[in-house]
């Protein structure tokens, strides 16, 4: 799957969060679906800490507001390439 597929999915699954704050027994779905999306979406060590991180995020009512999905899209596609090609460089 391409970058921008993983980031438009990174999106609606964040919007989906949001769906708690109108119904919040949403949550007790969404906690744990959001984190096995996660892993499914971002392989190995990184997917594995995200999903337990996002499962937090979004049991807990107080942090639903953090894009979980797009702050990922963000590490794994923009600051870690750059921190790729910095090395490459030198």
Same mark, same amino acid.
């Given at each position: 799957?391409?970058?921008?597929?993983?980031?438009?999915?990174?999106?609606?699954?964040?919007?989906?969060?949001?769906?708690?704050?109108?119904? +919040?027994? /949403?949550?007790?779905? =969404?906690?744990?679906?959001?984190? !096995?999306?996660?892993? #499914?979406?971002? *392989?190995?060590? &990184?997917?594995?800490?995200?999903?337990?991180?996002?499962?937090?995020?979004?049991?807990?009512?107080?942090?639903?507001?953090? +894009?979980? /999905?797009?702050?990922? =899209?963000?590490?794994?596609?923009? !600051?870690?390439?750059? #921190?790729?090609? *910095?090395?490459? &460089?030198?």
């Amino acid at each position: 799957m391409n970058s921008y597929k993983k980031l438009a999915l990174s999106l609606l699954f964040d919007a989906l969060g949001y769906v708690s704050f109108i119904f +919040p027994p /949403f949550d007790f779905i =969404w906690a744990p679906l959001s984190a !096995f999306l996660m892993t #499914k979406l971002y *392989k190995g060590n &990184k997917g594995r800490v995200a999903a337990v991180i996002t499962f937090i995020e979004e049991a807990l009512p107080i942090l639903d507001v953090v +894009p979980t /999905f797009t702050l990922m =899209w963000l590490y794994t596609f923009v !600051f870690t390439k750059q #921190k790729s090609q *910095k090395k490459a &460089k030198v």
